[in-house]
């Protein structure tokens, strides 16, 4: 099942793994991704999202889905 970034609203940190994947023709280097969740999302040459952990859970799941939420180009997709 694949969740977009604004159906993640209200859910709770927990243990529930997820896939972690970036859409780079949607990406535009806003930044904010790997500015709030350093431990999963990184800076290619160009500033744009590159995954560094691609499955995550509990507390990595919980900024993963921060990242997401946070993308103004809703290029970031979790897939549970």
Do not use: Q, W
């Amino acid at each position: 099942m694949r969740v977009r970034p604004e159906g993640l609203r209200g859910r709770g940190v927990g243990s529930e793994a997820v896939k972690v994947t970036v859409d780079p023709d949607l990406c535009s280097g806003h930044g904010r991704c790997y500015a709030l969740a350093p431990d999963v999302f990184g800076a290619d040459d160009y500033g744009h999202c590159e995954i560094l952990v691609a499955d995550v859970d509990g507390e990595l799941a919980a900024h993963a889905r921060l990242g997401a939420e946070n993308c103004p180009e809703r290029a970031i997709t979790l897939e549970d």
